[in-house]
Structure formats: structure tokens, C-alpha cells
């Protein structure tokens, strides 16, 4: 087998007004019942699906723009979600190395983010190198599904909170954006 190197890259989405908006999903998320998942402290990931979120009703909207503007960018025909979680990071939480499989991108919308220094991280598996994403509270992060992050531990006070989800992309329409 041989390796070829292939240049990818990662969206970066800032939103309009995010600290309205951020305000409003914090009192969302706060209605929902606390669950521990791995080493993180509050999340909804493990909640069936059916599980009222009000919180997601709001972000969707909230972020059906930059998801057009990420279609547009892509020259793809449609796009759609698959699913969506809240992550809330206390001191030493953390998400170990992992990937989403059944999807084009993972996506998470940084909702409290009081240090870059615990923003998501991504690795190249080939050289070992860990890359850190440059992001900041009131922006999602897009990256393909298949590649490797974390986020770092919170070594901090202050929380971290995370929206995450998983988009999908479908047929490729390059002659739509000409």
C-alpha cells in the first residue's frame, strides 16, 4: 500500500449575535436533567433521541444560514443534520481521540469558551502531529467526520460548553454556483 498525502481542511463559522443566542441555549440546556458521560460532567448524549431538546429546536435555526453557506461553499445540492448533543466541560473533564462514522462533518458550535486552549484539537494520524483548532466562543468549528479529535483536559475554573452535530452533504451540483 502506498501513502499519498491529500490536502483537506476545516470550516470556521462565526455567528451573528452569538452572545443573545448564547444566553438563550444556556437557559435551554439548564432544563435538561444532568447526566455524566465519560469525563464529562453534563450532557445529553446518552438521552433517546425522542427526549425533548428544546435547545436544538433553537440552535438549528440559529445555524441554518452558515449550514447554506457551507453548502454553497461545498457546490452541494442539499444538507442535512443528523444528529445533535450538548457537551459541558468542569475542571479536568475531557473527551478522549475519537471520530463520527456516518457522516461528512462533525460540527461543534463553541457556546461557552473561556480559554482557546481547550478547543477541540484534531490529529494527523500519519505524523502525529496534534493540531489546534483555531476557534473562539460564538463560532462552530466543521470538520470531516473521519478525523481524529479531542477536546483537552479543562485544566481550568471556568466551564467549557459545546454544541455538537453531525451534517451530512448531498449531490454535488458544481454547475448551481457558476
Known sequence: MRLEPLHTYYFVHKVKNYKQHNKKLLELIKRIPRHKYQEISH??????????????????????????????????????????????YRKTNVHPWHTHPGCNYTNVYYLQLSDGAIATQILDQFTGKIIKLNVKEGEVVSVPGHILHRSPENK????????????????????DYN
Open 43 to 88: 450532557t445529553d448524549w446518552q438521552l433517546p433521541r425522542g427526549y425533548p431538546r428544546e435547545y436544538l429546536k433553537y440552535f438549528y435555526k440559529m445555524i441554518k444560514p452558515l449550514m447554506n453557506t457551507m453548502r454553497t461553499r461545498l457546490k452541494m445540492k442539499t444538507w442535512a443534520i443528523d444528529n445533535g448533543w450538548f457537551q459541558r
Open 156 to 175: 481550568g475554573s471556568k466551564i467549557k460548553t459545546i454544541i455538537s452535530f453531525n451534517s451530512n452533504f448531498y449531490e454535488y451540483a458544481p454547475n
